[in-house]
């Protein structure tokens, strides 16, 4: 696969632009943190600032994706990224702490571009026999810096401070585009010449093949009792730390990194096992785990009970990310993937929002514990979603056309 010159540099830029984002993500989470005294209103709108443009954008970005050259697209995401960054270091000199979420918020915008991109160009230059492969590989990526992106986050924030954090990952995104300048230049397509008055005919065909396809209607449904599950526990983290195990607010970093950790060997072994196993029973088995974990750290007030739970949640993580990623690349034409990734993705996103959104109210109106019991039931539902597919093989990529 690494032989492979797409998948050898979209990847190696995906290191950078991780290791970008995950310094951002983590020395934002402890300055907003610093600042406010830990009000959970403000840790909440972090997440919201990060994933409501997912919501809001992935629709418009997966279609234009479909119409635009990948390598122009994400190169310039890129550049325009870096460029936002040290605009926002720009007016956090100036004293305006708060355009730490216009930061958030831009990264966020220009990966809706960036990532169908990606995928099109795996769709189109990886042998359909390699892909979960290179799906698979793609997530270790993630999951690796699940492991030392808190650390890394952490450490230049206590060293060094909020501006030097943000000039790095300014520095680290330029590099990103600028290795992707190596991808060989774009084709030229006959779908890159369609007219502008076309683009909303394309997303609505992009919304008919959704909601044709029996597979993807049942992964819609999966998408977005997760999401709302995902939802209410992504802000909430730093409060069992806090809370439920007494420590400070730098101790999640270690929770987050014992949680990356298994994810990355449960990425290694769904890249060995995957072909054994199909995709959607992969996925139904990781969201029973979560479901089960997820509850369990909600209630835990024992250190080894919570990392335990960390453990198993994340050794089952790449098998839900990698069941979804290849449950819609393999019932899905290359003609669609970026409109299909662009209606999928907003299932997902929109409901994670609306519970990171609700999570900091629930939290302090009922408790901790309930926000995450709410949430293993939650995911409970997105696995019983899927049970009209465990029983099938892959199916025709359009149902009854």
Same mark, same amino acid.
């Given at each position: 696969?690494?032989?492979?010159?797409?998948?050898?540099?979209?990847?190696?830029?995906?290191?950078?632009?991780?290791?970008?984002?995950?310094?951002?993500?983590?020395?934002?989470?402890?300055?907003?943190?610093?600042?406010?005294?830990?009000?959970?209103?403000?840790?909440?709108?972090?997440?919201?600032?990060?994933?409501?443009?997912? !919501?809001?954008?992935?629709?418009?970005?997966?279609?234009?994706?479909?119409?635009?050259?990948?390598?122009?697209?994400?190169?310039?995401?890129?550049?325009?990224?870096?460029?936002?960054?040290?605009?926002?270091?720009?007016?956090?000199?100036?004293?305006?702490?708060?355009?730490?979420?216009?930061?958030?918020?831009?990264?966020?915008?220009?990966?809706?571009?960036?990532?169908?991109?990606?995928?099109?160009?795996?769709?189109?230059?990886?042998?359909?026999?390699?892909? =979960?492969?290179?799906?698979?590989?793609?997530?270790?990526?993630?999951?690796?810096?699940?492991?030392?992106?808190?650390?890394?986050?952490?450490?230049?924030?206590?060293?060094?401070?909020?501006?030097?954090?943000?000039?790095?990952?300014?520095?680290?995104?330029?590099?990103?585009?600028?290795?992707?300048?190596?991808?060989?230049?774009?084709?030229?397509?006959?779908?890159?010449?369609?007219?502008?008055?076309?683009?909303?005919?394309?997303?609505?065909?992009?919304?008919?093949?959704?909601?044709?396809?029996?597979?993807?209607?049942?992964?819609?449904?999966?998408?977005?009792?997760?999401?709302?599950?995902?939802?209410?526990?992504?802000?909430?983290?730093?409060?069992?730390?806090?809370?439920?195990?007494?420590?400070?607010?730098?101790?999640?970093?270690?929770?987050?990194?014992?949680?990356?950790?298994?994810?990355?060997?449960?990425?290694? !072994?769904?890249?060995?096992?995957?072909?054994?196993?199909?995709?959607?029973?992969?996925?139904?088995?990781?969201?029973?785990?979560?479901?089960?974990?997820?509850?369990?750290?909600?209630?835990?007030?024992?250190?080894?009970?919570?990392?335990?739970? =960390?453990?198993?949640?994340?050794?089952?993580?790449?098998?839900?990310?990698?069941?979804?990623?290849?449950?819609?690349?393999?019932?899905?034409?290359?003609?669609?993937?970026?409109?299909?990734?662009?209606?999928?993705?907003?299932?997902?996103?929109?409901?994670?929002?609306?519970?990171?959104?609700?999570?900091?109210?629930?939290?302090?109106?009922?408790?901790? =514990?309930?926000?995450?019991?709410?949430?293993?039931?939650?995911?409970?539902?997105?696995?019983?979603?899927?049970?009209?597919?465990?029983?099938?093989?892959?199916?025709?990529?359009?149902?009854?056309?």
């Amino acid at each position: 696969m690494w032989n492979n010159r797409h998948v050898r540099v979209i990847l190696s830029s995906r290191i950078l632009l991780n290791m970008g984002v995950w310094i951002r993500n983590f020395a934002v989470l402890l300055y907003v943190s610093e600042m406010t005294d830990n009000d959970s209103y403000y840790v909440s709108l972090i997440s919201v600032a990060e994933f409501a443009p997912i !919501f809001i954008f992935s629709v418009i970005g997966g279609t234009l994706a479909d119409r635009w050259k990948p390598r122009r697209t994400m190169v310039g995401s890129d550049l325009l990224t870096s460029a936002s960054v040290f605009a926002v270091l720009l007016a956090l000199v100036y004293g305006s702490w708060h355009a730490l979420f216009f930061a958030a918020f831009v990264s966020s915008v220009l990966s809706q571009f960036s990532q169908p991109s990606a995928m099109k160009l795996f769709k189109r230059h990886v042998p359909d026999d390699r892909l =979960q492969g290179v799906m698979a590989l793609h997530q270790s990526i993630s999951s690796l810096f699940m492991v030392i992106g808190p650390v890394a986050g952490a450490f230049v924030y206590s060293k060094f401070g909020i501006e030097t954090s943000l000039a790095a990952m300014g520095v680290l995104i330029l590099g990103s585009g600028l290795l992707l300048l190596r991808l060989p230049k774009d084709d030229e397509e006959p779908g890159q010449t369609r007219a502008k008055s076309r683009f909303v005919l394309e997303l609505k065909a992009g919304l008919r093949y959704v909601t044709a396809n029996r597979t993807l209607r049942a992964l819609g449904g999966t998408f977005m009792a997760a999401g709302l599950a995902a939802g209410l526990i992504q802000p909430l983290l730093l409060f069992v730390a806090i809370e439920n195990l007494g420590q400070d607010r730098d101790f999640v970093q270690w929770l987050l990194a014992t949680n990356g950790a298994a994810t990355l060997v449960g990425g290694a !072994f769904v890249m060995i096992a995957a072909k054994k196993v199909k995709p959607q029973r992969l996925l139904a088995f990781g969201l029973l785990v979560s479901a089960a974990g997820t509850v369990g750290i909600g209630w835990a007030h024992s250190l080894a009970a919570v990392l335990l739970l =960390q453990i198993a949640t994340g050794l089952c993580y790449p098998l839900i990310m990698i069941g979804i990623q290849t449950m819609i690349m393999r019932n899905t034409e290359a003609a669609y993937i970026g409109r299909v990734g662009g209606v999928m993705t907003p299932l997902f996103m929109g409901m994670m929002v609306v519970g990171m959104s609700l999570a900091g109210g629930l939290k302090t109106t009922l408790s901790l =514990q309930i926000v995450y019991s709410m949430s293993g039931i939650l995911f409970l539902t997105g696995a019983a979603a899927l049970f009209p597919l465990l029983g099938g093989g892959k199916r025709r990529t359009v149902e009854g056309s």
